[in-house]
């Protein structure tokens, strides 16, 4: 474990720190967490946010389990880059801490992540209450009067059809462009 003095031209920190080769590589093993070790906090937390997201989101909907090969990608791509990012600061580089997806807030349309927040909270919700019920009713009466398949149709069916009327959003916004241009 040897630990180099790596001056960084950082235009965000302009520090002089320590970087270990061996501290660098355990926590790269994390999405995220080896460029937070390197000092790139908007990088990092970018990374392991969406990687965890990537990761919860199909243990919620079980319809999009097909999203568990995205979080591999991010994990790939945050391990070599927080790699390669030792590197050039090995090589005395001016690294900037940019975000890789530059997600700005005023492009954003907060109704629609509102509506989809209401909603997911209304299915929690739901399912919350439901569990109550069964738990209150008993597990046959809740069966024959509820019926535990509607809560899984619910929770399955609701991720495509969030994608479904993205992909409408996303045809009309680009029928409008393309009339715009014409």
């Not at 909907?61 to 590197?87: G, T």
Request: hydrophobic letters at 45%; aromatic letters at 14%.
């Amino acid at each position: 474990m040897e630990n180099k003095n790596v001056e960084s031209k950082n235009t965000d920190y302009n520090k002089t720190y320590r970087v270990s080769k061996f501290w660098a590589t355990l926590f790269s093993f994390i999405p995220g967490a080896g460029h937070m070790y390197l000092g790139f906090m908007n990088r990092g937390l970018q990374l392991i946010t969406a990687f965890f997201i990537i990761i919860s989101i199909p243990n919620i909907f079980h319809s999009a389990e097909f999203l568990n090969f995205f979080s591999i990608i991010v994990w790939v791509y945050s391990f070599f880059d927080c790699y390669h990012l030792r590197k050039r600061l090995e090589a005395q580089e001016n690294v900037k801490d940019e975000l890789i997806l530059d997600i700005s807030s005023k492009k954003l349309n907060y109704s629609y992540i509102g509506i989809g927040l209401v909603g997911f909270g209304g299915l929690i919700l739901l399912e919350e209450i439901l569990s109550e019920l069964s738990i209150i009713l008993g597990p046959s009466v809740y069966n024959f009067v509820i019926g535990s398949n509607v809560l899984r149709f619910l929770r399955d069916s609701l991720f495509p059809l969030a994608l479904i009327i993205i992909g409408i959003t996303l045809l009309k916004k680009g029928k409008k462009v393309k009339e715009s241009q014409i």
